[in-house]
């Protein structure tokens, strides 16, 4: 039987859409579970693989330096990174701490020998590639399409038509509307509340919770995300979008298919997005909003309301333990923790926190230069002194590592000077959390809360809040 007790895994995908649509992430997580490894030694990310900023990666790496690991498994070589230069970086943390990286397709790399590295590289090369390769034809794809003014699909409330889209007039399920009416319905309804989730449970309650149809046009979406990026597609209003994903390459342009709604109404959607963009009320009535974790399981505590003789009681629950429909349920603690109590555990931190500032005053913290900034500084002058150019892009790189940790020890400085400073102007300001208001909670909270962990035993609620400074 193998020893997993200093192993973990890591997976990602590229995209949040990948994700949703079940394109790998939940299969990969799977298969690392049947290799043997629990849920909570798995890191994964939704993001590019070229990317250094991933949190699950980054997490991986720390534990490789905290000498916590001997093993990382990953399915394949390009699910860990896509860039050359950075499996170069994280290369040298591996062979540094004697970590060994397993595939779940087969092998793994021994960084201890010139084949094993040789072999390391070629990998790396090749992943990149792959993602240049993936980028060259999307970018190829867009372009070609939008000289054509072609559309890449339909969305609910259209079908295909050769190279376009067109209103689908057939009947809607046993109703007798058409798709075209009920697309109308859900934009309407919109509108008319300004809320996605609320919009999502009256289409659900009216038209039934399961979808029809084996393709995304044949029914209206059913998830808050998934919904929201129905809405904002411009094909509703008879104009096409290319890039989508790219806002910096991002167009609109005319089209000429027929559009079900009106582009005054499409711009009022955008509009009603914008001024509230996670629905209309939530960060108003949830100060905490994506800050509260269950202690059990790590999820993001959902807040849930509800009125009895007309006082509103607000709470936070595990979705962990209340899971969507078709989810499976992964953790037990299924009690309904008090939203007030959360809040003033944050709070008293925080004057905690700002007490312990005032009294501290004028004297500034001093950062100590990092060991590991101070060491990449030495073995770039080594390496200089040797004059030898076969190290010069070793060197490449581990300037460009000096340069990354510089940069970030720097955002570090300025974002602690800033949280101090609003701290200490919370501590000195008579009365300040009795005259607050909600909408100054959440970005005081945001700003300085990095999260409130919740916690039951018997009755009692616990709430432990953890500070970005």
Same mark, same amino acid.
């Given at each position: 039987? %193998?020893?997993?007790?200093?192993?973990?895994?890591?997976?990602?995908?590229?995209?949040? %859409?990948?994700?949703?649509?079940?394109?790998?992430?939940?299969?990969?997580? @799977?298969?690392?579970?049947?290799?043997?490894?629990?849920?909570?030694?798995?890191?994964? @990310?939704?993001?590019?693989?070229?990317?250094?900023?991933? #949190?699950?990666?980054? %997490?991986?790496?720390?534990?490789?330096?905290?000498?916590?690991?001997? $093993?990382?498994?990953?399915?394949?070589?390009?699910?860990?990174?896509?860039? &050359?230069?950075?499996?170069?970086?994280?290369?040298?943390?591996?062979?540094?701490?004697?970590?060994?990286?397993?595939?779940?397709?087969?092998?793994?790399?021994?960084?201890?020998?010139?084949?094993?590295?040789?072999?390391?590289?070629?990998?790396?090369?090749?992943?990149?590639?792959?993602?240049?390769?993936?980028?060259?034809?999307?970018?190829?794809?867009?372009?070609?399409?939008?000289?054509?003014?072609?559309?890449?699909?339909?969305?609910?409330?259209?079908?295909?038509?050769?190279?376009?889209?067109?209103?689908?007039?057939?009947?809607?399920?046993?109703?007798?509307?058409?798709?075209?009416?009920?697309?109308?319905?859900?934009?309407?309804?919109?509108?008319?509340?300004?809320?996605?989730?609320?919009?999502?449970?009256?289409?659900?309650?009216?038209?039934?919770?399961?979808?029809?149809?084996?393709?995304?046009?044949? @029914?209206?979406?059913?998830?808050?995300?998934?919904?929201?990026?129905?809405?904002?597609?411009?094909?509703?209003?008879?104009?096409?979008?290319?890039?989508?994903?790219?806002?910096?390459?991002?167009?609109?342009?005319?089209?000429?298919?027929?559009?079900?709604?009106?582009?005054?109404?499409?711009?009022?959607?955008?509009?009603?997005?914008?001024?509230?963009?996670?629905?209309?009320?939530?960060?108003?009535?949830?100060?905490?909003?994506?800050?509260? #974790?269950?202690?059990?399981?790590?999820?993001?505590?959902? $807040?849930?309301?509800?009125?009895?003789?007309?006082?509103?009681?607000?709470?936070?629950?595990?979705?962990?333990?209340?899971? #969507?429909?078709? +989810?499976?349920?992964?953790?037990?603690?299924?009690?309904?923790?008090?939203?007030?109590?959360?809040?003033?555990?944050?709070?008293?931190?925080?004057?905690? #926190?700002?007490?312990?500032?005032?009294?501290?005053?004028?004297?500034?913290?001093?950062?100590?230069?990092?060991?590991?900034?101070?060491?990449?500084?030495? +073995?770039?002058?080594?390496?200089? +002194?040797?004059?030898?150019?076969?190290?010069?892009?070793?060197?490449?790189? $581990?300037?460009?590592?000096?340069?990354?940790?510089?940069?970030?020890?720097?955002?570090?400085?300025?974002?602690?000077?800033?949280?101090? +400073?609003?701290?200490?102007?919370?501590?000195?300001?008579?009365?300040?959390?009795?005259?607050?208001?909600?909408?100054?909670?959440?970005?005081?909270?945001?700003?300085?809360?990095?999260?409130?962990?919740?916690?039951?035993?018997?009755?009692?609620?616990?709430?432990? &809040?953890?500070?970005?400074?």
């Amino acid at each position: 039987m %193998r020893d997993l007790s200093r192993a973990l895994g890591y997976c990602r995908v590229s995209t949040q %859409r990948q994700h949703s649509e079940g394109h790998g992430l939940e299969r990969y997580i @799977d298969k690392l579970k049947q290799y043997g490894l629990s849920e909570e030694q798995i890191h994964w @990310d939704i993001e590019s693989g070229a990317s250094d900023k991933r #949190k699950g990666y980054n %997490r991986v790496l720390e534990l490789v330096r905290s000498r916590k690991v001997d $093993k990382i498994i990953v399915p394949c070589f390009d699910r860990f990174t896509r860039s &050359a230069l950075g499996w170069e970086v994280a290369r040298e943390e591996l062979q540094k701490f004697g970590v060994e990286l397993i595939f779940l397709d087969g092998g793994s790399l021994d960084l201890e020998t010139p084949e094993g590295l040789f072999t390391s590289r070629i990998l790396a090369a090749m992943s990149a590639q792959v993602r240049d390769k993936n980028r060259y034809n999307a970018i190829q794809g867009h372009r070609y399409f939008q000289e054509k003014r072609k559309i890449y699909q339909a969305i609910f409330g259209f079908i295909k038509n050769a190279d376009s889209v067109v209103p689908n007039k057939k009947q809607y399920r046993n109703t007798n509307k058409t798709y075209i009416e009920v697309a109308r319905e859900c934009v309407e309804m919109f509108i008319e509340s300004g809320e996605l989730s609320g919009t999502i449970r009256k289409l659900v309650n009216k038209y039934g919770l399961e979808r029809v149809g084996k393709y995304k046009y044949e @029914d209206f979406p059913r998830d808050v995300s998934a919904f929201r990026r129905w809405l904002v597609n411009p094909q509703l209003c008879g104009m096409v979008r290319y890039y989508p994903f790219d806002s910096e390459k991002q167009v609109t342009v005319e089209s000429d298919h027929e559009g079900v709604i009106s582009v005054a109404q499409h711009q009022q959607i955008i509009q009603i997005l914008s001024t509230h963009p996670c629905g209309r009320r939530r960060y108003v009535t949830n100060p905490l909003v994506g800050l509260c #974790k269950c202690a059990k399981c790590g999820s993001t505590m959902e $807040k849930r309301s509800n009125k009895v003789n007309g006082k509103t009681y607000e709470h936070l629950k595990c979705p962990g333990a209340y899971p #969507k429909p078709r +989810q499976h349920k992964k953790c037990d603690v299924r009690t309904y923790f008090r939203l007030g109590d959360a809040v003033n555990a944050a709070i008293q931190a925080l004057k905690n #926190k700002a007490e312990s500032i005032v009294d501290n005053m004028p004297a500034e913290n001093t950062e100590e230069v990092p060991p590991e900034i101070l060491e990449l500084q030495q +073995q770039i002058l080594k390496l200089k +002194q040797l004059k030898d150019p076969d190290f010069d892009s070793t060197i490449e790189i $581990k300037e460009q590592r000096l340069e990354s940790l510089i940069k970030t020890l720097e955002l570090n400085l300025v974002a602690d000077a800033s949280r101090t +400073q609003i701290l200490r102007g919370i501590a000195m300001s008579d009365g300040f959390w009795e005259v607050v208001t909600r909408e100054e909670l959440t970005a005081i909270f945001h700003e300085l809360v990095e999260e409130v962990v919740c916690s039951a035993s018997g009755r009692s609620q616990f709430f432990a &809040a953890r500070l970005k400074i």
